[in-house]
Nanobody, 129 residues
């Protein structure tokens, strides 16, 4: 049974940092793209960042560019999301996801939740102003 388990969420103040982790188990994810999405109450799930299985291709949503950094440790089957300069609008449940990597396709392939087969249960990030 494939499982993705997120951790690292919490309550922070505007301008603070958090590091989310997502550990994968029950399968080999070395050839998978990994991504982070988020969903705020009353809103659709939105793409945050993705990283290809080699780590060479990375995409970010415009809203987090320059503040968030995605990385992966293939040896640990873990993907991370370093979030700096957090804003109240970053508050959401953050989900990690894994899906087949298709680096020959455009970036839009990685932006859609439909690309990803496996999802974690989510971790809450709350940012107070």
């Amino acid at each position: 049974q494939v499982q993705l388990v997120e951790s690292g969420g919490g309550l922070v103040q505007t301008g603070d940092s958090l590091r989310l982790s997502c550990a994968a188990s029950g399968g080999t994810f070395s050839s998978y793209a990994l991504a982070w999405f988020r969903q705020a109450p009353g809103k659709e799930r939105e793409f945050v960042a993705s990283v290809s299985w080699t780590g060479a291709t990375i995409y970010y949503a415009d809203s987090v560019k320059g503040r968030f950094t995605i990385s992966r440790d293939t040896s640990k089957n873990t993907v991370y999301l370093q979030m700096n300069s957090l804003k109240p609008e970053d508050a959401a449940v953050y989900y990690c996801a894994a899906g087949p990597d298709r680096v020959f396709l455009s970036s839009s392939y990685y932006y859609t939740p439909l690309t990803y087969y496996y999802w974690g249960q989510g971790t809450q990030v709350t940012v107070s102003s």
